[in-house]
């Protein structure tokens, strides 16, 4: 397993996949989700590339921050995130990919505006309806994002889901698809045009290239980076 030449790899298939679908590779960022990985890979990665890291939990994100860990790169926060642990994240992570509750909307609009700041953040959207993960219904996500946009210390990016495993090649673009559709009809929607409200984080190692097809402009990819992870660490919860 070779870090770099797989960020390479990876790098290429996504401006690949961009250049196919008629876009701008610039227009889709790597995250490279670290879950499980250590301050030593995480620098390498940072030195072989990357620029965006995508955390998952909360321990592991305070202690690669102690270490200083993601010196040279952004750090987004993409796992269920608990309300009573906000003040970890906020103003730690330049993005917050997993926002799908009034309850944690407010408490980090609350904790944002202690810290005197806007903080970024998308709203995860459970696409495909599965019971075992978290992410607002498709019904509830036109309500949760008026809401977003009228917390003063919230900045609402965008979108983020993270549909099943697929077996079949091509099987989730339909998700994708969807996601799309939903971020335009918040755009449609907005009467203030202030906001840039552009980013569609989803797809992950085995579906980033369809996901790219149907407009993501983050994917976040793990596996194919870094190789298997040392123990189940999915997104599953
Ligand atoms: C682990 C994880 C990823 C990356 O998954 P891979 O299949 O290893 O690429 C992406 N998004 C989230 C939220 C994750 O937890």
């Known amino acids: 397993m ?6 390479q790899a990876v790098q290429q298939k996504l401006a690949a996949a961009a250049k196919a679908a008629g876009r701008d590779p ?3 960022t790597l995250c490279a989700a670290t879950k499980t990985q250590s301050d030593a890979a995480i620098r390498a990665a940072i030195a072989a590339g990357i620029r965006v890291c995508g955390e998952n939990r909360v321990q592991e994100l305070t202690a690669h921050l102690e270490a ?5 790169a952004e750090v987004h926060f993409i796992g269920h995130l608990q309300t009573n642990k906000v003040r970890y994240v906020v103003g730690r992570a330049a993005l917050i990919h997993s926002v799908d509750s009034e309850r944690l909307l407010r ?3 609350s904790q944002a505006d202690k810290l005197g700041i806007v903080q970024d953040i998308l709203l995860e959207v459970n696409v495909a309806r599965e019971e075992s993960k978290g992410g607002v219904t498709p019904e ?3 309500a949760l994002a008026e809401l ?4 003063p210390h919230v900045r609402l990016r965008g979108l983020m889901a993270i549909p099943p495993v697929s077996t079949v090649s091509g099987g989730n673009r339909k998700y994708f698809a969807q996601m799309r559709h939903f971020l335009v009809d918040i755009i449609g929607k907005m009467s203030d045009n202030y906001s840039v409200v552009d980013c569609l984080s989803m797809g992950m190692s085995g579906d980033y290239e ?3 097809a149907e407009g993501a402009t983050l994917v976040r990819v793990g596996t194919a980076l870094f190789g298997p992870r040392p123990y189940p660490a999915g997104p599953a919860r």
């Open 107 to 109: 408490a980090i609009d």
């Open 26 to 28: 610039a227009g889709v």
């Open 210 to 212: 369809d996901a790219i």
């Open 140 to 142: 509830a996500l036109p």
């Open 148 to 151: 977003a946009l009228s917390c």
């Open 2 to 7: 070779d870090l770099t030449q797989n960020i």
């Open 68 to 72: 200083d860990a993601y010196a040279g």
